[in-house]
Every structure is written in structure tokens, then in C-alpha cells.
């Protein structure tokens, strides 16, 4: 039976990435984007600890509004659930609700890694992305990581990352780095393709599709460490660790570039929402032109 174009859409960018009102807007809108292209939205997260596979414009904006909605890993689900909680979904809880709920094809804004100057803090995105056949479309890894050690370790635990329409491995804000990718694909067929393949031959893991941010809405690189590196300093100062460093280092960056690089995260995360919506339908239809 064929299956249906369905995309997946994480809640943390909701409740934790982006400020109200602009956190519900943009979720409304990569909703739209998925749509647009032909398929279906749905944005994941947990209310009353209830689990929402396609939360409703409501739900969004109580998540959007709300206080004390928890961050959630795939460790943390179970708890989210037991204790009745609201919860906004990281990448690797919406990989794993979307993946037993019987989704492929997930967007997201950038997923996580090991953060500089602390080795040690390395995501659960990383773990979930090793273990969860999926096609999870996102602009790179957040440039606030330690771009090296987050290439390593997604070599080191299997994970086919796949440049869309490019050699080089997206940055989030930034369109391009200096790091190669070993694979390009230039069409949602061909990504199609290589997920149909590791699905024959049985191999475990994602396709981790690095979709460079429109090059309109890029920051320069040299900008942004500017920001990066004051942001990475003043969370060492404030003894800022574990789940909150991420949020703290995104609304900073918003700060000290004023304001330029949420309008980017916007750009992005639409951008991946259109993508994931294109290889959704090419998904459904078998991965033929």
C-alpha cells in the first residue's frame, strides 16, 4: 500500500528556539511550506502527556505561550508521559515518536552535536540519528557547535550525511564551510534512492540532508564567530550548561547581531520545511521522477 507524503516537524523551535509571537508564526508557516509542495504537516510534541502526532494551530500556540514546557530527548519521553507534562520535541524525540508513528521524512532547523569547549556535551540527536532509519532534512548543524567534533562524531556513528545541491557541509546560519561532504545528492530522487537502499539492505541510521540556507538570507561566516565566540564566553561566565546552553546561545546570538540571525533561522527552517515536502512526495511515489 502506498504510503502517504507525511513530514515530521519538531516543537522545541516552538517552545524553546524562537520568541512569541515569531515562534508560532513560523511554525504555522513551515506547516504551509509542507503543504505547499504537496504533503503533510505534522508537528510533534506532548500535551498533558498525552503524545500529539500533529499538534492542532491551538496546541502550537499553548506550547508557544506556554511556561515550564520541558525539552525533551528521547530519554526523557517516558517521563514526559508518566508525569503528564507538556513537552516540546528535540530531534531526537520527534525522530523516534515520528519513526513509530510510521514517518520517513522529518525538518528541522539544524540538529545538535558536541558543543565547544566542552567535549563531553555531545546531543542525543547524534545517538538517535545513528540508530533511526529516517530522512531528516535540516541547514547543517548549529553553528554555536564545535563544527569538527560534530563531523567526527557523525562519521563515527554511521550517519549518511547527504549535501543537497552542494559539496560542502552547511552551517546553519552560514551557507557553506570549509568541511566536505562525501556524498551530493541534487534531487529528492536521488535522496529517495539512497534511503530505499539502506532500507533493502537493512543498514541502521538516518540520511542526514544538509540543505544549505538561501543564500540571501546567509550571515558571513567572519560575522558570525564574532557573535558566536562573545555568546560561547558569556555562557561560561553564567555557568550555563547541558539543555539550556543551546536556547541561551540562539537568543544571544539574536541580541548581539540584532536581530539577523533569527530572521536567518526563520529563512532556514522554511526552507527545510519546502525540501522535506518535495522528498516526502518522491517518497511516496517511490522515488521516481
Not at 129 to 154: H, N, P, Q, W, Y
Not at 172 to 178: D, L, M, N
Not at 227 to 238: G, P, S, T, W
Request: aromatic share 4%.
Amino acid at each position: 500500500m502506498k504510503k502517504q507524503p507525511i513530514v515530521a516537524l519538531e516543537s522545541t523551535v516552538i517552545a524553546h528556539g524562537l520568541p512569541w509571537p515569531t515562534n508560532f508564526e513560523t511554525a504555522v508557516s513551515m506547516e504551509n511550506k509542507v503543504k505547499e509542495k504537496g504533503a503533510i504537516p505534522k508537528t510533534l510534541g506532548i500535551i498533558n502527556g498525552e503524545i500529539k502526532i500533529g499538534l492542532t494551530e491551538k496546541e502550537i500556540e499553548h506550547l508557544a505561550k506556554a511556561k515550564n514546557v520541558m525539552k525533551i530527548g528521547t530519554a526523557e519521553i517516558a517521563a514526559a508521559i508518566a508525569l503528564r507534562r507538556n513537552a516540546a520535541t528535540t530531534v531526537s524525540a520527534t525522530m523516534r515518536l515520528a519513526k513509530n508513528a510510521g514517518i520517513d521524512v522529518f525538518a528541522t532547523g539544524g540538529i545538535g552535536g558536541v558543543h565547544r569547549n566542552v567535549p563531553w556535551d555531545v546531543s542525543q540527536d547524534i545517538m538517535e540519528l545513528s540508530k533511526t532509519r529516517m530522512i531528516v532534512v535540516c541547514a547543517g548543524f548549529k553553528s554555536i557547535l564545535d563544527v569538527e567534533r560534530t563531523i567526527e562524531f557523525l562519521e563515527t556513528f554511521q550517519v549518511t550525511v547527504v549535501g543537497y545541491q552542494t559539496d560542502y557541509m552547511p552551517l546553519f546560519h552560514t551557507k557553506e564551510s570549509e568541511y566536505k561532504v562525501n556524498i551530493r545528492a541534487d534531487s529528492p530522487e536521488e535522496i529517495v534512492a539512497i534511503f530505499n537502499e539502506k532500507e533493502k539492505l537493512g543498514i541502521e541510521g538516518a540520511i542526514l540532508v544538509a540543505n544549505p540556507i538561501p543564500e540571501q538570507s546567509e550571515i558571513p561566516r567572519e560575522e558570525l564567530e564574532e557573535y558566536i565566540k562573545k555568546a560561547v564566553a558569556q555562557a561560561k561566565e553564567n555557568g550555563i550548561s547541558g539543555k539550556s546552553l543551546t536556547p541561551f546561545l540562539l537568543s544571544r546570538l539574536t541580541e548581539l547581531s540584532g536581530g539577523k540571525t533569527l530572521t536567518a533561522n526563520i529563512a532556514l527552517l522554511k526552507n527545510n520545511a519546502s525540501l522535506a515536502g518535495e522528498i516526502a512526495v518522491a517518497l511516496s511515489r517511490g522515488g521516481r521522477d
